[in-house]
Protein backbone atom coordinates (compact mmCIF):
# COMPACT_ATOMS: atom_id res chain seq x y z
CA UNK A 1 0.00 0.00 0.00
CA UNK A 2 1.66 3.25 -0.73
CA UNK A 3 -0.53 6.86 -0.41
CA UNK A 4 0.23 10.22 -2.41
CA UNK A 5 -0.89 13.23 -2.05
CA UNK A 6 -0.93 15.78 -4.98
CA UNK A 7 -0.62 19.53 -3.83
CA UNK A 8 -1.75 21.53 -7.13
CA UNK A 9 -3.17 24.62 -8.60
CA UNK A 10 -5.32 22.44 -10.86
CA UNK A 11 -6.95 20.04 -9.00
CA UNK A 12 -9.54 19.07 -11.76
CA UNK A 13 -6.84 18.06 -13.68
CA UNK A 14 -6.74 14.96 -11.92
CA UNK A 15 -10.44 13.96 -11.89
CA UNK A 16 -10.29 11.29 -14.93
CA UNK A 17 -6.92 9.84 -14.85
CA UNK A 18 -6.95 8.44 -11.75
CA UNK A 19 -10.19 6.99 -12.46
CA UNK A 20 -9.44 4.92 -15.36
CA UNK A 21 -7.68 1.13 -15.83
CA UNK A 22 -5.70 -0.20 -13.50
CA UNK A 23 -5.01 2.81 -11.13
CA UNK A 24 -8.55 3.00 -10.50
CA UNK A 25 -8.72 -1.19 -9.66
CA UNK A 26 -6.06 -0.73 -7.29
CA UNK A 27 -7.36 2.24 -5.77
CA UNK A 28 -10.50 0.67 -5.12
CA UNK A 29 -8.60 -2.43 -3.78
CA UNK A 30 -6.84 -0.14 -1.19
CA UNK A 31 -3.41 -0.61 -2.92
CA UNK A 32 -2.88 2.91 -3.45
CA UNK A 33 -4.30 5.86 -1.74
CA UNK A 34 -4.12 8.80 -4.09
CA UNK A 35 -5.77 12.42 -2.18
CA UNK A 36 -5.06 15.86 -4.18
CA UNK A 37 -5.40 18.93 -2.74
CA UNK A 38 -6.21 22.45 -3.94
CA UNK A 39 -3.12 24.68 -3.33
CA UNK A 40 -5.32 27.86 -3.34
CA UNK A 41 -7.38 26.92 -0.49
CA UNK A 42 -4.37 27.26 1.60
CA UNK A 43 -3.75 31.30 0.42
CA UNK A 44 -4.39 33.42 3.09
CA UNK A 45 -6.05 36.34 1.48
CA UNK A 46 -9.44 37.36 -0.15
CA UNK A 47 -8.12 36.43 -3.66
CA UNK A 48 -6.89 33.63 -2.65
CA UNK A 49 -3.34 34.38 -4.46
CA UNK A 50 -0.81 31.49 -4.45
CA UNK A 51 1.39 33.34 -7.16
CA UNK A 52 2.99 36.67 -6.92
CA UNK A 53 5.65 38.76 -8.81
CA UNK A 54 9.28 38.08 -8.40
CA UNK A 55 11.21 40.12 -6.09
CA UNK A 56 14.04 41.67 -7.93
CA UNK A 57 11.66 42.14 -11.13
CA UNK A 58 11.39 40.15 -13.97
CA UNK A 59 8.37 38.74 -16.20
CA UNK A 60 6.23 35.83 -14.86
CA UNK A 61 4.89 34.96 -11.56
CA UNK A 62 6.49 32.79 -8.73
CA UNK A 63 4.53 30.71 -6.57
CA UNK A 64 4.00 31.64 -2.70
CA UNK A 65 5.99 29.59 0.03
CA UNK A 66 2.93 30.38 2.85
CA UNK A 67 -0.31 28.87 0.99
CA UNK A 68 2.10 25.52 -0.03
CA UNK A 69 3.44 25.51 3.30
CA UNK A 70 0.18 25.56 5.01
CA UNK A 71 -1.02 22.61 2.85
CA UNK A 72 1.95 20.84 3.63
CA UNK A 73 0.92 21.14 7.51
CA UNK A 74 -2.96 20.03 6.91
CA UNK A 75 -1.80 16.75 5.67
CA UNK A 76 0.10 16.71 8.55
CA UNK A 77 3.22 16.34 10.19
CA UNK A 78 5.84 14.71 7.34
CA UNK A 79 9.49 16.12 7.87
CA UNK A 80 10.42 13.55 10.18
CA UNK A 81 8.07 11.09 9.39
CA UNK A 82 9.44 7.54 8.77
CA UNK A 83 8.88 6.67 4.68
CA UNK A 84 7.63 10.38 3.44
CA UNK A 85 9.37 11.72 0.76
CA UNK A 86 8.26 15.28 -0.16
CA UNK A 87 8.70 15.71 -3.83
CA UNK A 88 8.70 19.09 -6.09
CA UNK A 89 7.29 18.38 -9.89
CA UNK A 90 9.95 20.82 -12.00
CA UNK A 91 12.49 20.58 -14.89
CA UNK A 92 15.27 21.38 -12.45
CA UNK A 93 14.99 17.87 -11.09
CA UNK A 94 16.69 14.53 -11.48
CA UNK A 95 15.32 12.76 -14.37
CA UNK A 96 13.21 10.19 -13.38
CA UNK A 97 13.35 6.59 -15.03
CA UNK A 98 12.51 3.28 -14.21
CA UNK A 99 15.05 3.01 -11.39
CA UNK A 100 13.47 6.16 -9.58
CA UNK A 101 10.50 4.78 -10.05
CA UNK A 102 11.30 1.06 -7.87
CA UNK A 103 13.01 3.18 -5.68
CA UNK A 104 10.12 5.38 -4.82
CA UNK A 105 7.74 2.53 -4.50
CA UNK A 106 9.36 1.64 -1.49
CA UNK A 107 8.23 4.52 0.49
CA UNK A 108 5.27 4.80 2.81
CA UNK A 109 3.80 7.82 1.34
CA UNK A 110 4.65 10.40 -1.26
CA UNK A 111 3.67 14.02 -1.41
CA UNK A 112 4.19 15.40 -4.86
CA UNK A 113 3.68 18.99 -5.56
CA UNK A 114 3.45 20.43 -8.57
CA UNK A 115 5.15 23.31 -9.56
CA UNK A 116 3.62 26.35 -11.92
CA UNK A 117 4.44 29.37 -13.08
CA UNK A 118 8.39 30.72 -13.60
CA UNK A 119 9.15 28.83 -10.40
CA UNK A 120 8.45 28.45 -6.88
CA UNK A 121 10.00 31.04 -4.11
CA UNK A 122 13.44 29.21 -3.56
CA UNK A 123 12.30 28.97 0.45
CA UNK A 124 10.22 25.99 -0.37
CA UNK A 125 12.83 23.99 -2.41
CA UNK A 126 15.12 24.90 0.87
CA UNK A 127 12.73 24.08 3.48
CA UNK A 128 9.50 21.93 1.98
CA UNK A 129 10.96 19.88 -0.06
CA UNK A 130 13.05 16.71 0.23
CA UNK A 131 13.64 15.79 -3.83
CA UNK A 132 12.95 17.51 -6.84
CA UNK A 133 12.11 14.92 -10.29
CA UNK A 134 11.49 15.89 -13.85
CA UNK A 135 10.16 13.77 -16.09
CA UNK A 136 12.02 14.90 -19.34
CA UNK A 137 14.11 17.15 -20.57
CA UNK A 138 11.52 19.82 -21.76
CA UNK A 139 9.25 22.12 -20.32
CA UNK A 140 5.32 21.64 -19.56
CA UNK A 141 3.29 24.52 -18.03
CA UNK A 142 2.82 23.04 -14.84
CA UNK A 143 3.90 19.73 -12.94
CA UNK A 144 0.60 17.75 -12.81
CA UNK A 145 1.14 15.85 -15.75
CA UNK A 146 4.36 15.05 -14.11
CA UNK A 147 3.04 13.96 -11.29
CA UNK A 148 0.48 11.76 -12.88
CA UNK A 149 3.74 9.96 -14.89
CA UNK A 150 5.27 9.44 -11.14
CA UNK A 151 2.14 8.11 -9.83
CA UNK A 152 1.39 6.07 -12.66
CA UNK A 153 4.80 4.74 -13.11
CA UNK A 154 5.46 3.83 -9.18
CA UNK A 155 2.10 2.39 -8.81
CA UNK A 156 3.15 -0.35 -11.23
CA UNK A 157 5.99 -1.19 -8.36
CA UNK A 158 2.71 -2.39 -5.60
CA UNK A 159 2.48 -5.71 -4.95
CA UNK A 160 -1.07 -6.50 -6.65
CA UNK A 161 -1.30 -4.12 -8.74
CA UNK A 162 -0.42 -5.68 -11.95
CA UNK A 163 -1.91 -9.07 -12.87
CA UNK A 164 -0.47 -12.36 -11.57
CA UNK A 165 0.87 -12.60 -15.03
CA UNK A 166 2.66 -9.16 -15.33
CA UNK A 167 5.34 -7.84 -13.20
CA UNK A 168 6.95 -4.67 -13.08
CA UNK A 169 10.29 -6.28 -12.24
CA UNK A 170 10.13 -8.58 -15.17
CA UNK A 171 9.88 -5.84 -17.98
CA UNK A 172 11.69 -5.84 -20.36
CA UNK A 173 12.69 -2.03 -19.51
CA UNK A 174 13.67 -3.31 -16.32
CA UNK A 175 16.03 -5.44 -17.35
CA UNK A 176 17.31 -2.88 -19.69
CA UNK A 177 16.29 -4.03 -23.03
CA UNK A 178 13.44 -2.77 -24.97
CA UNK A 179 10.08 -5.18 -25.98
CA UNK A 180 10.16 -7.48 -28.56
CA UNK A 181 7.59 -7.13 -31.31
CA UNK A 182 4.07 -8.67 -30.70
CA UNK A 183 1.43 -9.90 -33.05
CA UNK A 184 -2.01 -10.99 -32.77
CA UNK A 185 -4.68 -12.88 -34.76
CA UNK A 186 -5.11 -12.66 -37.76
CA UNK A 187 -2.13 -14.83 -38.52
CA UNK A 188 -2.00 -12.51 -42.31
CA UNK A 189 -3.82 -9.20 -43.07
CA UNK A 190 -3.87 -8.73 -46.62
CA UNK A 191 0.06 -9.00 -47.75
CA UNK A 192 1.31 -8.26 -43.75
CA UNK A 193 1.92 -11.68 -42.50
CA UNK A 194 3.37 -12.45 -38.89
CA UNK A 195 6.51 -14.51 -38.78
CA UNK A 196 6.17 -17.96 -39.34
CA UNK A 197 8.16 -18.68 -36.11
CA UNK A 198 5.73 -17.66 -33.70
CA UNK A 199 3.11 -19.73 -35.29
CA UNK A 200 5.38 -22.84 -35.01
CA UNK A 201 4.65 -23.72 -31.42
CA UNK A 202 8.47 -24.38 -30.84
CA UNK A 203 8.65 -22.67 -27.50
CA UNK A 204 12.31 -22.85 -27.32
CA UNK A 205 12.63 -21.10 -31.00
CA UNK A 206 9.94 -18.29 -29.97
CA UNK A 207 12.05 -17.42 -26.89
CA UNK A 208 15.50 -17.21 -29.17
CA UNK A 209 13.60 -15.26 -31.76
CA UNK A 210 11.93 -12.37 -29.28
CA UNK A 211 15.31 -12.09 -26.91
CA UNK A 212 16.80 -11.78 -30.66
CA UNK A 213 14.42 -9.38 -32.01
CA UNK A 214 15.00 -7.57 -28.60
CA UNK A 215 18.23 -7.11 -28.60
CA UNK A 216 17.88 -5.87 -32.60
CA UNK A 217 15.60 -3.25 -31.37
CA UNK A 218 17.63 -2.15 -28.73
CA UNK A 219 20.61 -2.24 -31.06
CA UNK A 220 18.92 0.18 -33.33
CA UNK A 221 16.90 2.16 -31.29
CA UNK A 222 18.81 2.59 -28.19
CA UNK A 223 22.25 1.38 -28.24
CA UNK A 224 22.72 3.97 -25.15
CA UNK A 225 20.70 0.85 -22.82
CA UNK A 226 22.52 -2.16 -24.45
CA UNK A 227 25.55 -0.37 -23.85
CA UNK A 228 24.02 -0.65 -19.63
CA UNK A 229 22.47 -4.04 -19.94
CA UNK A 230 23.99 -7.01 -18.70
CA UNK A 231 24.52 -9.76 -21.26
CA UNK A 232 24.37 -13.68 -21.61
CA UNK A 233 26.48 -15.51 -23.70
CA UNK A 234 24.10 -16.33 -25.41
CA UNK A 235 22.80 -12.90 -26.01
CA UNK A 236 26.30 -12.23 -27.11
CA UNK A 237 25.70 -15.21 -29.80
CA UNK A 238 22.58 -13.55 -31.11
CA UNK A 239 24.49 -9.81 -31.24
CA UNK A 240 26.67 -11.39 -33.54
CA UNK A 241 24.30 -13.12 -35.78
CA UNK A 242 22.61 -9.74 -35.52
CA UNK A 243 25.27 -7.70 -37.04
CA UNK A 244 26.37 -10.41 -39.47
CA UNK A 245 22.41 -9.98 -40.87
CA UNK A 246 22.96 -6.23 -41.20
CA UNK A 247 26.40 -6.88 -43.22
CA UNK A 248 24.84 -9.38 -45.78
CA UNK A 249 21.36 -7.51 -46.07
CA UNK A 250 21.83 -3.56 -45.77
CA UNK A 251 24.13 -1.61 -43.91
CA UNK A 252 22.81 -0.79 -40.37
CA UNK A 253 21.85 2.70 -40.58
CA UNK A 254 19.87 2.42 -43.67
CA UNK A 255 17.45 0.26 -41.88
CA UNK A 256 17.25 1.97 -38.69
CA UNK A 257 14.31 3.86 -40.64
CA UNK A 258 13.18 0.80 -42.52
CA UNK A 259 9.84 -0.08 -42.08
CA UNK A 260 10.71 -3.78 -42.46
CA UNK A 261 13.16 -3.40 -39.18
CA UNK A 262 10.20 -1.78 -37.31
CA UNK A 263 8.32 -4.81 -37.81
CA UNK A 264 11.05 -7.08 -36.31
CA UNK A 265 10.92 -8.87 -39.58
CA UNK A 266 14.50 -8.55 -41.42
CA UNK A 267 16.80 -10.77 -41.67
CA UNK A 268 15.00 -13.26 -40.00
CA UNK A 269 15.08 -17.19 -39.92
N1 LIG B 1 7.09 20.99 -14.84
C1 LIG B 1 7.29 21.53 -16.05
N2 LIG B 1 8.02 20.74 -16.82
C2 LIG B 1 8.31 19.63 -16.09
C3 LIG B 1 9.05 18.44 -16.34
N3 LIG B 1 9.65 18.22 -17.51
N4 LIG B 1 9.15 17.54 -15.35
C4 LIG B 1 8.56 17.76 -14.16
N5 LIG B 1 7.86 18.86 -13.86
C5 LIG B 1 7.73 19.80 -14.82
Known amino acids: MIRFDILTLFPGMFESPFQSSLLQKAREKNLVEIH ?6 FA ?3 HRMADDYPYGGGGGMVMKV ?15 ADGVLRVLL ?23 VCGHYEGVD ?10 EISIGDYVLTGGEL ?15 VLGNEESAASDSFSEGLLEYPQYTRPAVFGEWVVPEVLLSGNHARIE ?3 RKESLRRTLRRRP ?35 SQEEDGKAGLD
Open 224 to 258: DLLARSRLSEEDKILLKEIEAEGKTVQSPESRVTS
Open 90 to 112: TPQGELFSQEKARELSRRRRLVL
Open 66 to 80: EPIAKALESIGPLES
Open 146 to 160: AAMVVVDAVSRYIPG
Open 44 to 46: ADK
Open 36 to 41: IHDIRA
Open 122 to 131: ERIREHLIDS
Open 208 to 210: RWR
